[in-house]
């Protein structure tokens, strides 16, 4: 069950409880005036908890600054009256606390909820939008509750809030703006552009944005409706109906009118008839938090008839009928306390960021990626920076940002290596990503270990160990050179006797004779990876034909576009010598059951079609379907990597792919299936059991 172990802040005494008070009004007024604030939201919520116990055990002493009895927001003084309170909501933080709050409900209405909505809890700023006889005419935050800050300014800089609505009605639409992770990186390269500190995170991004009246430049955010309500000039019976309209009517009703609402996304609003569907529900949105192209950080359930709700009431702060259930935080704020440098196999040299230990959603970060150098310099990364780490399901962490207003002068800049910190040679910053000069040569044992590995030349019997020895013994120079060992070069080495001599030299020969595609993977073009080397394999068939491909050729390919097209043929060029020195020591170059391309034509769809063509075997019990795997395998595709299950998807058909959407025809979910099963639901995307799938395609096994 999806819960939270964030614990509430301990306040021992009167002198800590306002403390405590001042740093949460503090925190909160920083967040909702320019987006920026001393803590992070797991920060926040454990200060606000303990701040809420210590009201509730001494009820005598609660100050008037708490935040316990406050509209989310409430550190900000608004001009613009609301109609009706914009409350925010209270939270619970698991399982047992969302069921306790239900049953105070079902108290407090008299029966149990008849059903719930559930839908996911958006990461921006809350607004009110106003219409006039359907035209935009006002936009307000939230402020304290009663009165919210005019940016009408902002109106036109926000997709899915259009200026006009599909009919002419008087209404005023709630709702989230956020910037999407596509917005939130544009929004810092403009911003950075024109001089400005990077935003910490998407949520600062778009409250610093929804604020700025008078910047050189602006960019675009998103906005979620998720109310909808009457105004003063409604007509009557319109009015009316809005107000017998249950949550999940009112919600269609606000799509129809052209309103932007989730129920496009991969995470709609929902239904459920019991609380067992909720938290089925909530571990469902959970499951795909990581791959939203916009942040959420809980998931909000109300009761989801009109009646309910009015007979449930509000408070001052929040209404009695809905709560948010927390998520994990998925960023946190630390210090950047050193970079390190390291040297990939294919000789790019990639910083890394070393952390002030942070835990981020039960895990404890130590390192996080820096992207590149380009990146560090854009975002004016420094040693000692306070810096936001996000991390979120199984995603690499990563440094977003500093948190540029906690800077005490005392960082130091950080240092670029001016030689490659692993062999010394000269670096190659032409692109943002740099490189040693040497390339693969660089990092020799790290290539040929990649190269020989299970999914690429699978040779048994060379592991990290041997190949060092082959390195520092002077034998091996190049991938190439492991298919020129002698038998008596072998058993001059330290440890290695007749049997596993001859048993090496057999599993060389036996890699000899894999596919192209397997050859191509092993060669480690940047920009291509396992299924990027099928697709190219079959496509082009055989080595000749890829070598003489140029970046419009290449591009041909799924996947490969105008940018990685020039690598991938640049790369291949670079590579000429030892694919050349391969093919001459008897290393297989053509794909098995692959055709080459027709000449191309200027006829486009021909084009097309002859793509199509080549992408994938004709016939088979997968033909023209897209088949996501994951989870574990069990039965008789129990022992296949998930490069193997690839494979066999292509032998009999099919497109394999890593991610889920509309177009997946088919889900192969084996055990602890996680994100990707429930999009799949969520779509209605078939699923199947690996012993289902064994026997769809048991006609393909090797």
């Known amino acids: 069950m999806i819960g939270m172990t964030t614990s509430a802040a301990v306040i021992v005494d009167a002198a800590a409880y306002a403390q405590a008070v001042e740093d949460a009004v503090n925190a909160s007024a920083a967040y909702y005036t320019g987006g920026t604030s001393v803590l992070d939201d797991d920060a ?24 316990t009895g406050k509209v989310a927001g409430g550190a900000v003084e608004g001009d613009v009256p609301h109609t009706v309170a914009m409350l925010s909501l209270d939270n619970v933080f698991s399982a047992e606390e969302f069921t306790a709050w239900t049953a105070s409900l079902a108290r407090r209405i008299g029966h149990d909820v008849e059903r719930f909505s559930v839908e996911p809890k958006l990461d921006g700023l809350a607004v009110a939008a106003r219409y006039t006889h359907g035209r935009l005419t006002r936009l307000i935050t939230r402020g304290d509750g009663t009165a919210g800050e005019d940016v009408s300014h902002a109106i036109g800089t926000i997709e899915g809030l259009p200026g006009e609505l599909t009919e002419p009605v008087t209404v005023e639409v709630r709702g989230e703006v956020l910037m999407t992770t596509a917005q939130f990186e544009h929004a810092n390269e403009v ?27 602006t960019v675009p955010m998103t906005f979620f409706g998720y109310g909808l309500l009457a105004l003063p000039g409604t007509e009557e019976e319109f009015a009316g109906q809005l107000g017998e309209l249950a949550h999940s009517d009112l919600m269609a009703r606000a799509a129809e009118l052209g309103v932007n609402t989730t129920a496009g996304t991969a995470v709609p609003g929902v239904t459920a008839d019991s609380v067992e569907q909720v938290l089925a529900r909530v571990r469902e949105i959970a499951a795909l938090r990581a791959e939203l192209p916009f942040g959420i950080d809980g998931i909000v359930i109300k009761a989801d008839l009109a009646a309910d709700q009015r007979a449930a009431g509000s408070g001052s702060r929040a209404p009695r009928w809905a709560i948010a259930y927390k998520l994990p935080a998925v960023e946190k704020i630390t210090r950047l306390l050193e970079v390190q440098w390291n040297v990939g196999r294919t000789g790019i040299i990639a910083p ?12 404890t970060i130590t390192y996080a990626t820096l992207h590149n150098p380009a990146d560090i310099t854009r975002r004016d990364l420094r040693l000692g920076d306070h810096v936001m780490v996000h991390r979120a399901g199984d995603v690499i962490p990563r440094v977003e940002a500093p948190v ?58 060379l592991g990290h160990t041997r190949i060092v020895q082959l390195v520092e013994a002077g034998l091996v120079a190049d991938l190439a050179d492991l298919f020129a060992l002698t038998r008596d070069q072998l058993l001059g080495l330290e440890r ?33 990876g396992r299924s990027m080397s099928r697709r190219i394999a079959r496509y082009f068939a055989t080595m000749d034909h890829i070598r003489a491909a140029d970046a419009a050729a290449i591009q041909r390919v799924e996947g490969i576009g105008t940018e990685k097209a020039p690598s991938i043929v640049a790369e291949l060029a670079e590579l000429a010598p030892l694919i050349d020195k391969l093919a001459a020591a008897g290393v297989n170059m053509t794909e098995p059951g692959a055709t080459p391309p027709a000449p191309a034509t200027e006829d486009a769809q021909a084009d097309a079609d002859t793509d199509a063509e080549n992408a994938a075997p004709v016939g088979g019990p997968l033909a023209g379907m897209t088949v996501v795997v994951t989870g574990a395998m069990t039965g008789v595709l129990e022992k296949l990597s998930r490069n193997q299950m690839n494979e066999l998807i292509e032998r009999a058909g099919g497109r394999a ?33 690996p012993d289902e799938f064994a026997t769809l395609v048991a006609d393909f096994l090797d």
């Open 44 to 67: 926040y919520d454990r200060l606000v908890r303990g701040i809420a116990e210590w009201d509730a055990e001494h009820p005598d002493q609660i100050l008037p600054g708490s935040p």
């Open 352 to 363: 890394r960021g070393v952390l002030e230990p942070v835990e981020i959603d039960g895990s």
């Open 496 to 528: 290695m006797g007749e049997t596993s001599t001859d048993n090496l030299l057999a599993a060389l020969d036996t890699a000899r004779g894999r596919p192209l595609s397997r050859v191509l993977c092993a060669l480690g073009v940047r920009g291509t």
């Open 191 to 217: 911003r950075t552009t024109h001089g400005g500190q990077p935003f910490a995170n998407p949520r600062n991004a778009a409250a610093g944005t929804l604020r700025a009246r008078d910047r050189a430049y």
């Open 657 to 689: 792919s890593s991610s889920v959407s509309k177009k997946t025809s088919l889900v192969v979910a084996g055990d602890n299936a996680g994100s990707k099963r429930a999009k799949a639901e969520s779509l209605g995307v078939r699923l199947a059991a």
């Open 404 to 461: 540029a207003h906690l800077r005490t002068g005392e960082e130091q800049p950080i240092v670029f290596p001016e030689v490659c910190p692993r062999c010394g040679s000269g670096i190659d910053t032409g692109e943002q990503r740099w490189r040693c000069e040497n390339g693969r040569n660089c990092h020799l044992v790290a290539s040929l270990s990649y190269a020989v590995g299970r999914d690429q030349l699978d040779v048994e019997g």
